[in-house]
């Protein structure tokens, strides 16, 4: 959870880590010559979950905490670009992925630091 933004950034309910296999699933489906955008991603969750005959309330900031699930715990590789996500075991994919988060997190840090002069 993050302070700040507790509402959106919960741990991950019964429900939705229940749809991690859901998520994987779907995403599986998506290389990286046809990534599939944040919006229509989630879309196509909630019509499966809708299908399924599940009402849970799910959004874009859901979707990317249980992207941080997949991710975290080594189930799947998922990329995501300006283009979109995608699944790859491609050596070269995943090591600008994990480039690209080494950077956003460094970023972030900067951006915490700059904020102490004011502490």
């Not at 080494?102 to 951006?111: D, F, K, P, Y």
Request: glycine share 4%; with cysteine.
């Amino acid at each position: 959870m993050i302070t700040n933004f507790e509402d959106l950034t919960h741990e991950l309910s019964f429900e939705e880590l229940a749809m991690v296999n859901d998520v994987c699933n779907i995403l599986n489906q998506f290389s990286k010559a046809n990534p599939i955008k944040c919006k229509d991603l989630v879309n196509r969750i909630k019509i499966h979950l809708h299908s399924n005959g599940i009402n849970i309330r799910f959004d874009e900031v859901r979707l990317r905490k249980i992207i941080n699930h997949i991710r975290a715990n080594g189930i799947l590789p998922i990329i995501a670009t300006s283009k979109g996500y995608f699944v790859s075991y491609n050596h070269d994919d995943v090591c600008s992925q994990i480039q690209s988060l080494v950077e956003r997190a460094n970023s972030i840090e900067g951006c915490a630091k700059g904020l102490l002069k004011f502490t």
